[in-house]
């Protein structure tokens, strides 16, 4: 009960997420036949596999590994629902909203923590793990994300991608919301470089261990991301 619960709970926002995207194409692509002009003209840059009746019968770019942006928060959302319905994680157990504020880096998701705060929250002091959740699905907030990413543990969340047989080679999540701190943290070694050009150059290893470091960080208070 509490597994269908949550799912129902958590991917009825997906789908308002998914919705929302579908509405963006078909509603701001100018084209007669909006969604298959969009694939057609941005081919290298989508992917999308059609099943129906459980046969996949359309499928393009369904192994090449491209960044997901926020849909990443699908893969969280999942893992959630599976502690949740394992008894392993108490989606009712409150939290602080100031904690949860802590991980808020202003600018970098359109206001989406900020609107999920007035809408849902309101003058509330604490707020339940379910309701982080639904924020990070329904309003997709990166602090939120991050706060839940912290409490199931990244290596949880990894494994789920193996258990759903995601078989396709795909990039281990890590604090990404924290990484957008990264170019605050060096100094170009000449006048003329960019910084960006030297984040850049990190290994995939380094540039997920910092990410992770500067999120202890904001946990802690120790670094601000305003």
Same mark, same amino acid.
């Given at each position: 009960?509490?597994?269908?619960?949550?799912?129902? @709970?958590?991917?009825?926002?997906?789908?308002?997420?998914?919705?929302?995207?579908?509405?963006?194409?078909?509603?701001?692509?100018?084209?007669?036949?909006?969604?298959?002009?969009?694939?057609?003209?941005?081919? &290298?840059?989508?992917?999308? %596999?059609?099943?129906?009746? $459980?046969?996949?019968?359309?499928?393009?770019?369904?192994?090449?590994? +491209?960044?997901?942006?926020?849909?990443?928060?699908?893969?969280?959302?999942?893992?959630?629902?599976?502690?949740?319905?394992?008894?392993?994680?108490?989606?009712? &157990?409150?939290?602080?909203?100031?904690?949860?504020?802590?991980? &808020?880096?202003? *600018?970098?998701? %359109?206001?989406?923590?900020?609107?999920?705060?007035?809408?849902?929250? %309101?003058?509330?002091?604490?707020?339940?793990?379910?309701?982080?959740?639904?924020?990070?699905?329904?309003?997709? @907030?990166?602090?939120?994300?991050?706060?839940? +990413?912290?409490?199931?543990?990244?290596?949880?969340?990894?494994?789920?991608?193996?258990?759903? *047989?995601?078989?396709?080679?795909?990039?281990?999540?890590?604090?990404?919301? @924290?990484?957008?701190?990264?170019?605050?943290?060096? &100094?170009?070694?000449?006048?003329?470089?960019?910084?960006?050009?030297?984040?850049? $150059?990190?290994?995939?290893?380094?540039?997920?261990?910092?990410?992770?470091?500067?999120?202890?960080?904001?946990?802690?208070?120790? +670094?601000? *991301?305003?």
């Amino acid at each position: 009960m509490v597994w269908k619960v949550i799912k129902t @709970s958590l991917f009825g926002g997906a789908l308002i997420a998914l919705g929302s995207f579908v509405f963006f194409v078909f509603y701001t692509v100018p084209s007669t036949d909006r969604l298959c002009d969009y694939i057609n003209q941005n081919g &290298e840059n989508v992917a999308y %596999g059609i099943v129906e009746n $459980g046969k996949l019968i359309a499928a393009h770019n369904t192994t090449k590994l +491209m960044p997901i942006a926020s849909m990443v928060k699908l893969i969280i959302a999942i893992e959630v629902a599976h502690q949740a319905g394992q008894g392993e994680l108490n989606v009712q &157990e409150q939290v602080p909203v100031a904690t949860v504020n802590q991980l &808020e880096i202003i *600018g970098t998701d %359109g206001d989406a923590h900020q609107n999920w705060l007035k809408q849902q929250v %309101g003058e509330s002091d604490s707020v339940s793990l379910l309701a982080i959740a639904r924020g990070m699905i329904e309003y997709s @907030s990166n602090a939120n994300t991050e706060y839940l +990413m912290q409490v199931l543990t990244l290596e949880r969340i990894n494994a789920r991608l193996d258990s759903l *047989g995601v078989t396709t080679e795909h990039s281990p999540l890590f604090f990404f919301p @924290s990484s957008a701190l990264l170019p605050l943290t060096y &100094e170009a070694a000449e006048p003329d470089q960019k910084i960006s050009t030297v984040v850049s $150059g990190l290994s995939v290893e380094d540039y997920h261990r910092k990410s992770e470091e500067l999120f202890q960080l904001r946990k802690l208070g120790q +670094m601000q *991301g305003n």
